[in-house]
């Protein structure tokens, strides 16, 4: 059974950055789309960013392309999500999730989900 863990998640003011990080595991995930999805209070959840396992192939939420940066550490199998200059609007929880494809952003396309970690954004 494959499994996702995310972690990296806490609390900063207003301009400070975070790194997320997803670890799968239980699988060969070479095959795989991994993508980062967020849900904040009281809204739906929100596609953020995906990458191809290994990383040709990245897409973005357009809005948050210039702050948000998606990548893949081959050494620690491991898929980042940086986020720098971040504001209020982006508190939320973030999941990793991940298909056996290439890039989508429907979130109900995604096999596999972590358990989430939560971003907070003092202002």
């Known amino acids: 059974q494959a499994r996702l863990v995310e972690s990296g998640g806490g609390t900063v003011q207003t301009g400070g950055s975070l790194r997320l990080s997803c670890v799968p595991s239980?699988?060969?995930?070479?095959?795989?789309?991994v993508g980062w999805f967020r849900q904040g209070p009281g809204k739906e959840r929100e596609f953020v960013a995906s990458?191809?396992?290994?990383?040709?192939?990245?897409y973005y939420k357009h809005y948050l392309k210039d702050r948000f940066a998606i990548s893949k550490d081959f050494a620690n199998n491991t898929v980042y999500l940086q986020m720098s200059s971040l504001k209020p609007e982006d508190t939320a929880v973030y999941h990793c999730?991940?298909?056996?494809?290439?890039?989508?952003?429907?979130?109900?396309?995604?096999?596999?989900w972590g358990q989430g970690t939560q971003v907070t954004v003092s202002s």
């Open positions: 999730a991940a298909l056996r494809s290439t890039i989508v952003v429907s979130g109900a396309e995604y096999e596999y």
């Open positions: 239980g699988d060969t995930f070479t095959s795989y789309a």
């Open positions: 990458t191809t396992w290994h990383g040709d192939l990245t």
